[in-house]
């Protein structure tokens, strides 16, 4: 019934990946860099003032909460299709780093909500998908949290990912809708050229951090499951 | 993570209704079974004894498809149960600790539905229910059943279509004397037609007439056999 | 042949947890007489005056639908796992999909009895009016129902296995259906101001593009999520 | 002496539930977050436009809590039936009432927590900005919560011991806590309205008769529903 | 309800542990239980056989309190089982089919937790899970156990405090040797200190040692008496 289940059973045999402390300095050190440039160089903005400059970290982070579910999307489809250990722990540390950037995104939105709208919150499109993005993976994680058997909750939440991700555009769309029936919507205005520079050097700098929160993330689950390898060779070892 | 020495062979194999080699399971980091080795030929009924805890259910579950190993392998008449898990499932019948009804459904109803899934017609239904001497109570919803008249439903399904091999957990607890009459009547009836049944059991006495050897599982292998 | 056995299943499937509903003394009738009543919480939570509450009529509705159906989801797993008869439901032999297809006919089946009580209620509660577009109306209702039961159905078979069902759910459930409900409201909203269709219709097609994709993916899917 | 011994199963009983909800990790998290979550439901089923949400916020606030609390009570005494454990519960020699105290004990400290943080939710998502009068706030929220625990703890004492506990609970309960929830609501509302004191002190008042009263009564009536 | 001839004689109630006289019960319309009268003294242990669905574990529920006679009345050392309920609590100890226990404590959790209800010392715990032999997963939680450790686990339980009284159903089932022998270690030392017990099986062979005579009951009566 399962493809490749042979497979299944099968745990990594190559080494966990060792997540250089390179890639960790180069990450942070990027974001340092891009956020001391872009700060220098941007202009006070019109209304908001340096306010604006919160903006440096915000929309990058909702890029890359864009990005890292896209990656859970791909390593949850080739887990049911593989069936490999390796593609769920991807898949599950891609899903933890994007809700923390989705988490970052909503609450520096509203920080900067406040001063900018006089507000927290507004039921803007863009805003409350992003708000449903989250609950959508929150509940992944605690599905992850609640599932004992590691097989079951490899394939329970691959399939979870795959129908949460492709339930992302259609909220994107229907809240667009929704708001868009009533009355404009009060999103974010779309970007001065002015910031372009700064906000892409964010959004690389951010990208580097990101891969690495997820090698690490993965890292630790690997080392995790060796522990157990370990303990099937005592196991097994002696006869 | 198998090993060369735990890959199954899978030549010569087709005398063996169920054979495990080098079988593992693991559950979180605890290993309760650190590979168990077994065969049951065709026409055998063999017991499997082992103190509390010591993993014979778990070894049941798995051939019964219900867990999947950690390591080695397993097959039911010459069907890998990982692989041709579907396969297996036409072959064996799983007796478990819980009866596994639906309360809220008559003895009868109980067992068409499993008719329905499993293509039979509903004749054979009234047939079992004779068998066990449930007939009586056929209509009754099961909730109000006792702790043996459950068992006895249970087996009634077990034998509805009749599977090649036996898994049987503890069959003879909550059975009274003539329940115990009875299963040893259905394992002799499917040794002697060619079929296997693997019997886990704490009391040797009500299995005395039907078993022939029995294997003692300890510390997650076979250890004595007699 | 064989489809004939497995609609046999399916069948089998759905008379079964239709039976037992019927019989389970806190069945149908309650899940449906609790959707009223969460209906009337939220007529007195939003407040007295008349204006407010037609407007929220829609929103209350649906939600009252969305808030008993996930009961009645958890409920058509729960009875296999009552006295473990899920693992039997699992050795037979053959497909599993139609394990799936049987409880969602019978979810199907019992959501849109539920619905047609709550609508009625939420007619005479709310003073809604019903406009000349009903047939449409009736087709909001239809594709929002399926959405609700074909999600709900295969969530249900995870969370029902795990333990705190009843929480994780509706923590799963509800997220995923925001389009239903947004879709369902706005476009109901949208017909009962007796709108111009194309308004709506955009909705429509949006809910029916949902349930297909959902139908689809979640057929694929339950194979692997059943696995023991 | 005898006091002591029953303090003592009052605690016993209170950390257990506290123990298994933690354990169990779909507990107090994933109800708090599904709380959050009914929240924002509710704010999208009342439309976008952002008056009808400010006037709708306070009574969205305590549905959600209502909605989520009821899982709470059931799941306090689920533990309990899982495996059959009440049946050794009630084996226990001693006086009934420490069961139904340590339940309570335990059920009001989980639905402070998920109320506070539903409340943050509330005020964000419906933009509510806190009022000078918030003490007499604090106070609503207090009697509110008491009046749900203690009728929501009772009912589940009974209800979860039936089948269909999920749906027989709210079905029982809500009706109840009519009173509690337009109390509650109505002089939240007052309040935020930064109104005249008297106007929800008539509400204040029935909140703390309708708690005094149902706490004699259902610790009364325990001794009767536990019995097997 | 009560008819004339099932009324109890309440003198010389003393030296009998349980007195049933006409113990009726029905569930709806079905009488299952139609005038049982039975005594068991101190110090004795007497064995309940009967057929599935004779009304063994009825007839324990309604000595443990946790269900009412529809007739009849009895006694546990001299305490009526209905009007004194909370008495005869005190006294009886009831192991049933199912252990009962917090899958999601650990074995010592479960045990203090019932030290706590009973007012007992914590100490109490540690020697009652080595003395059923599961001292060594004691911080393990019991969702994992098997149904053998589950068992086990009840009866530590059920000795935590010294019930006068026990009343057993099935005890051996599900348990290994070493569990039989230290059930029934448990008891001999209670009917030796006095107390009494009995106990509902099928299959009298493990307790061949400690009964000192068993009771049959069918058709809803004490028919046999060995
Ligand atoms: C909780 C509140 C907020 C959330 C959840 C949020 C979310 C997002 C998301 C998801 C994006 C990426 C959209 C895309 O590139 O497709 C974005 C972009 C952006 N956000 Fe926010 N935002 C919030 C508040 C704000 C506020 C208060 C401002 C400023 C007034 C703001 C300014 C922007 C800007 C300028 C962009 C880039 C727009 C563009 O790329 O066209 N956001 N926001
Ligand atoms: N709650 C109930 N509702 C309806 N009928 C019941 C209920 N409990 C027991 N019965 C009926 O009472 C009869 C006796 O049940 P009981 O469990 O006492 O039998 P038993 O002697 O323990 O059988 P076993 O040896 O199989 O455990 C059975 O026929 C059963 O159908
Ligand atoms: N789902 C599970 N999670 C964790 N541990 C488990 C699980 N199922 C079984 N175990 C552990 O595996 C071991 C073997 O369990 P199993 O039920 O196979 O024992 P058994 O031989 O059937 O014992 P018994 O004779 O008491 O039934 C036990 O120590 C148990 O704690
Ligand atoms: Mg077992
Ligand atoms: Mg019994």
């Keep these: 019934m399962n493809p490749a289940s042979e497979r299944l059973r099968e745990t990594p045999t190559a080494p966990p990946p060792r997540t250089s402390i390179w890639l960790a300095v180069a990450g942070f050190g990027a974001v340092i860099a891009a956020q001391v440039y872009s700060i220098l160089t941007s202009p006070a903005e019109g209304d908001m003032g340096h306010l604006q400059k919160i903006m440096y970290v915000h929309v990058p982070a909702a890029w890359m909460t864009f990005l890292s579910f896209f990656v859970v999307l791909v390593f949850s489809l080739r887990y049911l299709w593989k069936r490999r250990e390796n593609d769920d722990l991807i898949a599950a540390s891609a899903a933890e780093v994007g809700a923390i950037f989705n988490g970052l995104t909503l609450m520096l939105g509203m920080i900067w909500g406040r001063p900018a709208w006089g507000v927290w919150w507004v039921w803007d499109a863009r805003l409350t998908s992003t708000l449903v993005l989250f609950l959508i993976f929150a509940g992944y994680l605690s599905l992850r949290a609640l599932v004992d058997d590691a097989q079951q909750r490899a394939r329970w939440c691959a399939a979870v990912g795959v129908i949460g991700a492709l339930n992302v555009p259609i909220v994107y769309m229907s809240v667009k809708w929704w708001r868009t029936l009533h009355q404009p919507p009060s999103s974010p205005a779309t970007l001065d050229p002015a910031y372009t520079m700064g906000l892409r050097l964010n959004a690389i700098a951010l990208l580097v951090l990101m891969i690495y929160f997820i090698r690490k993330r993965y890292e630790i689950a690997r080392l995790e499951r060796e522990v157990e390898n370990m303990a099937e060779a005592a196991a097994m070892g002696g006869r | 993570m198998l090993r060369p020495q735990l890959r199954p062979m899978l030549n010569g194999e087709l005398d063996k209704a169920i054979d495990l080699s080098g079988l593992g399971k693991r559950f979180g980091i605890r290993w309760v079974l650190r590979g168990v080795s077994l065969e049951v030929g065709r026409g055998e009924a063999v017991g499997l004894l082992g103190p509390n805890g010591s993993g014979k259910s778990t070894i049941l579950r798995i051939l019964g498809t219900l867990l999947n190993p950690s390591a080695g392998t397993g097959s039911v008449n010459g069907l890998d149960i990982v692989r041709d898990a579907s396969g297996v499932r036409e072959q064996v019948g799983y007796l478990a600790h819980t009866p596994g009804l639906y309360d809220d459904l008559t003895a009868r109803e109980n067992l068409r539905f499993a008719a329905d899934m499993l293509g039979l017609p509903y004749t054979a239904v009234e047939g079992s229910l004779e068998r066990v001497g449930l007939a009586h109570v056929a209509s009754d919803r099961v909730r109000g059943f006792s702790a043996g008249m459950q068992r006895r439903l249970a087996l009634a399904r077990l034998i509805l279509r009749s599977p090649r091999v036996l898994l049987l957990d503890e069959p003879y607890s909550n059975l009274d004397a003539g329940g115990i009459e009875l299963m040893n009547s259905i394992i002799l009836g499917l040794v002697q037609s060619g079929g296997a049944a693997l019997v886990v059991l704490h009391e040797l006495a009500p299995a005395k007439s039907v078993l022939g050897r029995t294997l003692t599982l300890a510390e997650g292998r076979i250890e004595a056999t007699s | ?228």
């Design chain 3, 1 to 228: 042949m064989a489809w004939r056995d497995d609609w046999r299943r399916v069948r089998a499937i759905a008379r079964k947890d239709v039976t037992t509903e019927l019989r389970a003394k806190a069945g149908f009738n309650s899940v449906a007489s609790l959707a009223v009543t969460i209906l009337i919480l939220l007529g007195l939570a939003l407040g007295p005056d008349a204006e407010a509450l037609r407007n929220a009529a829609v929103g209350a509705v649906w939600l009252a639908t969305l808030f008993s159906g996930v009961l009645a989801f958890n409920r058509s797993f729960q009875v296999e796992l009552e006295s473990g008869a899920l693992e039997p439901l699992l050795q037979y032999p053959g497909p599993r999909w139609p394990i799936f297809a049987g409880k969602l006919l019978g979810n199907l089946l019992f959501l849109t009895l539920m619905v047609a009580i709550v609508v009625a209620a939420g007619i005479v509660l709310f003073g809604i009016r019903i406009p000349d577009t009903w047939p449409s109306l009736l087709g909001v209702f239809a594709l929002g129902i399926v959405g609700l039961v074909v999600l709900g159905t295969f969530y249900a078979s995870m969370t029902s296995r795990s333990r705190a069902r009843e929480v994780l759910l509706p923590l799963l459930l509800f997220p995923m259906l925001v389009p239903v409900l947004l879709a369902a409201t706005t476009a109901s909203k949208a017909l009962l101001g007796a709108d111009l269709m194309h308004e709506s219709g955009a909705w429509i097609r949006l809910l029916a593009a949902y349930d297909l994709v959902f139908l689809v993916a979640t057929f694929i899917a339950f194979e692997h999520v059943i696995e023991a």
